[in-house]
């Protein structure tokens, strides 16, 4: 059994900051791409950025510059470092791997940017 657990949304003004963690647990051989996805109300779920097996790290547009993904491997964990945020930036954040060609999710943090 795979679980991914977030942690680290909450409420935050404009022009703030939030560290969002995921942490991987289970039987898991190997994480291949490792990201973060966020869902507004009413909205798709949108890719926000993820780590690709060899190292490179994808970001949407609306986030460039202001977010930074990491990822330990030695812990099976990834970060996401949220900086200026933004009103726009109010949603459910989740946390996606694939290993081996499955995809698992996390149960999502709700991250809430006030103007």
């Known amino acids: 059994q795979v679980q991914l657990v977030e942690s680290g949304g909450g409420l935050v003004q404009a022009g703030g900051s939030l560290r969002l963690s995921c942490v991987v647990s289970g039987s898991i051989f190997r994480i291949d791409v490792m990201g973060w996805y966020r869902q507004a109300p009413g909205k798709q779920r949108e890719l926000v950025a993820n780590?690709?097996?060899?190292?490179?790290?994808n970001y949407a547009d609306s986030v460039k510059g202001r977010f930074t993904f990491s990822r330990d491997n030695a812990k099976n964990t990834g970060y996401l470092q949220m900086d200026s945020l933004k009103p726009e930036d109010t949603a459910v954040y989740y946390c996606h791997c694939n290993a081996l060609g499955r995809n698992y999710w996390g149960q999502g943090t709700q991250v809430t940017v006030s103007s």
């Open positions: 780590i690709t097996p060899g190292g490179s790290i």
